[in-house]
């Protein structure tokens, strides 16, 4: 379960991703934004249950095993569980609609710039999070 070299390359993609976002965001394609910050959120959030020796589930949304696991994170993340494991089931509820849509609604109609601040605000601080309390991370 505990393989460093798998969670630092986890942050490392969550990282660049998070850097391809800014393009997104450029070119206003709101929906977009919020369906990668998804990924991000996730890949970071995976990095750091697999540094902690914690199962790395094949879920989209990890905030029940955070919450579950807590005693099992660094010390120092404790009081940023709760924020952690919002931005996961915040950005999980839009990861398929935000990418699909639906009969009834149109991604890149249906989320504006307010949701993608949104989600780009939760990939931001949960990289930084993550990076500030993974060994190794740079």
């Known amino acids: 379960m505990r393989n460093l070299d798998l969670a630092l390359d986890y942050l490392k993609r969550a990282s660049v991703r998070l850097r391809a976002l800014d393009v997104l965001y450029r070119g206003e394609s709101w929906a977009d934004v919020v369906r990668e910050s998804q990924e991000v959120v996730e890949l970071a959030l995976k990095a750091l249950l697999r540094a902690?020796?914690?199962?790395?589930?094949?879920?989209?949304?990890?905030?029940?095993?955070?919450?579950?696991?807590?005693?099992?994170l660094p010390e120092s993340l404790a009081p940023h569980v709760d924020d952690l494991a919002e931005a996961s089931r915040q950005l999980r509820r839009d990861r398929e609609l935000a990418f699909y849509g639906a009969e009834d609604l149109t991604p890149g109609e249906f989320y504006a710039r307010a949701d993608a601040d949104r989600a780009l605000t939760y990939a931001r601080r949960v990289v930084e999070l993550v990076s500030h309390h993974l060994p190794g991370a740079s």
């Open 52 to 72: 902690s020796g914690i199962e790395v589930p094949r879920i989209h949304d990890v905030a029940p095993v955070l919450h579950a696991e807590r005693h099992r």
